[in-house]
Structure formats: C-alpha cells, structure tokens
C-alpha cells in the first residue's frame, strides 16, 4: 500500500523516437549497466507503491510492449498508444480516459532517466502532497542548461511557467534552473488544463510544460522541488549521453558500495558495478572488472583483476575469482577460482573448492573440497566432495545426432588421470580413479580403477634403425 495520504498513480511517458540515438532499438529499451532504461525507472515507482502505473508508449510500441509483457513491474499497469506523437500534454490525453474513476495525486516522469530514484521520488511526493499543491514540478540546477526548458519564477520567487529552449528570449536561456519533465499532478483538478493546451509553438506539439502557466494563471498553488543531484535527473536523447549516464551509474555504485559497504574498489574509473550488485566488506574489486546483474558477493573476497560476473550469481565469503568469466551460478566459500576460468549455465560450486585455469564448468554440481585444476571441461555433471580431476579431463556430454546432453556422476573421493574422456552417461563411483588416457563408456564400480587404452608396445632400436633407413634413401 501507498505511505503518501491521498492514492498515487503513476504516468511514465515512453513515446519518444530518441531520434539521435540512431537506433532500431526504441530509446528506452537500451540498456544502462545491463538494465534496461525503462526497467529501472519501472524499479523506482514500483518502491513507492503507487496503485497503477499507465505507460505511455508510440514509437516501436511492440518492442516496448513485447518488453513489459516478459518483464512487468510488480505493480499493476497498462498501455497507450500515443499516435501520432503530438507533444508530452498529448501524451498525457492518452491517459486521460483511464482516470475518469481516479482521484489523488499523478506522478508523471520521463522513460529515459535511469538514475531517478525511488527515493527522490518519494520525496517529491511527499513535499507535493505536504504543501497542498495543486501541481509540484521537479527542477535541477545545471551549468549547461542548452536543450532544455527553463523554469521562470516570479519576484517572489514562485514559479509562473516553464518555457522551451527553441521557444525562450536570449535572456531566458541565460537561466540554469531546468525542466526535469517530473511533476505531482492533483487530478481531476488538473483535467481541464489538458483541454486547454495549445500548440502555437515552434514545435508544433501540445506542452505539459503549459500546465504551470494554466495552473498560475487560475491561482492553483504550484510548488517546485530542485533537484540537489542533476546527475540523476538527466535524461538520455543521444549514444552520448548513454554513455554518461552509464558512468554515473558506474561512479554513484562504486562510491556507495565503499563509504556504505566497506567494499575496497582499486580503480573506481575501470571496475563497472551495477547498482543491484550486493558485496560484502573487505572484498576488494581489482581493476577491469565488469559485474551486472543480481549478484550478491560475499566477506572478505577477492575479486580480478579482469572479472565478469553476470546475472544471477552468489558468492560466499573469503572466495578468490581471478580473470575468469561467471554467468549465473552459485560459488561457496574458501573457493578459488581462475585464471580464465568459465563457470556458467547455473553451475554451483561448493565450499573450498578449486577451479583453475582454463576449466570450463557448465551446468554442474561440484562437491566441497573438490579441485578441477586445469585444462578440463565439466558439462552437464554432478561431482562429489573431494574428487581429484586431472589436467585435461573432458566430460562427452553431447550426442549430435539426437540432440541429447546426458549427465556424469562421479562419486565422492574419486579421481580421473590427465586426458580422460567421460562419455556420458556414465557414473564413476565412490573412491575409484580413472587411469590417465582412458576414455570411460561404462559405470566404474565403487574404489574401481577403469582403464581403457591401448597397450603400450616399446620397439627397440627403432629410431636408429629409422635413421639409417633414410640416410641410404637419401645416398642412392
């Protein structure tokens, strides 16, 4: 349930083309620290409960629309389809018919701000909904306020009207108090203010904006919250400023995981943490690592340099993960792992283990104290605690021609020699070993040692005798 005194909806207006992002892909759908634009601002309202959130959708409507139906806010929601894309008042007129039932406050943000927390947000409500305000808007003070519409206040310091930068005078583009395009909205008070938009613009598109001057013109009390943090309020119209805003995410995430976390990050300027990533105090990030996703590390770990980590992962504490490459799968404790190791496909690997270099573990269950030290793949496989793998043991999980992945067992303390091949399905029991070079198609009984190759055959004399072959080849 809502915290705030009268019910909240939610508006997200994600109908722009994001004509400068020179893209297919509709501006909102690309991604910031590998979530996308309008999921995080979904996260956001979701945190302030509102009782619906009504989105707004026009260019690549099925995209977006594909998108929410696989991905939904926790939050009950709907569509509309603005077209054509006549201006944000428009926008908001494609709601309108959804709301005849609703009165309380709409909370209207922009889809192309990523940083927007749930927290600015709440407090913006709750400073509207304090102050009995008809209409609140959310500024910000910015250096370079090119592009953006200025907010114009009064002697008295209230605000009268927000005017477009390609509609301002030379001395109102000399204001730095900006449009963040965020406002309360008391409805139905605000209803006929819709109505009333006109388009006499350069742009030819019906302004929210023009809903303040409505709204002052009538004596409605208007309030106004400035933004202290215009980093989090900047919008995203262009790869640019994809890409800034990506490292704003990147700085606002590795400050907080060290003044709030305890976490030692080594170079802030070349480690990419998203903000969902959960670590632990004294683990140190080393430089070059890139972790995205819903990722939780653990106390005292080690992690790089040149780590990836991906999607849904846990990571006990006091663990290692040197230059390897992680997607969702589950590490324990007292684990080291790497260099250039792959763990992926919801692998999990248990407490003291040891997975090095150039090991592949795919969809696999390892056992405590287990080491899989190098040069192995391990697909498809359960291995018990403290099992032994040689350099270079592969496990045949695939047959081709059916299309079929089996599974290998191997039983608690067993251990194959270097260059075996484990042709699935197979089951190495408890306590046996697998002689080096054996390539294993049956069950190894338990404390067994298999044994498949050829018999080796030592001839003597055979290289002399070679030699003097081709030297009388080479005379005659």
Known sequence: MSTFPRP????????GQGKRMKSALPKVLHPVLGREILARILDALDHLNPEHIHIVTGHGADQVNAFLTKFPPRTPWSTHLQEPQLGTGHALTQVSPSLDSFTGTLLVVPADSPLLSANTLTT???????ESCTLTLLSTMVDDPRNYGRILRGSSGAVQAIVEDKDASDEQRKIREINTAIYCLEWPALKPGLSDLKNDNKQGEYYLTDLVAWSAAR?????????????EVAGINSRIELAESTRMMRDHTNRRLALESGVTIIDPQSTWIAPEVRIGRDTTVLPGCYLIGDIDIGENCIIGPNTQITGRCTIGSRTTIIQSHITSSDIGSDTRIGPFAHIRDHAEISDKCRIG???EVKKSQI????????????????????????AGTITANYDRISGKKSRTIIGDGSSTGSNSVLVAPVVIGTDSMVAAATVVTRDVPDGALAVGRARQENKDKWVISRRERLRSEVCT
Do not use: C, P
């Open 8 to 15: 909240l909806r939610a508006v997200v207006l994600a109908a």
């Open 357 to 359: 270099n150039f090991v």
């Open 124 to 130: 913006f409500v709750q400073q509207h909904s304090n």
């Open 219 to 231: 004596e409605m009390k208007l309030g106004a919250t400035i933004a202290a943090d215009a980093d």
């Open 367 to 390: 056992g405590a104290s287990t080491n899989i030290s190098h040069l192995s793949y391990i697909g498809d496989a359960s291995l018990g605690s403290s099992v032994n793998i040689g």
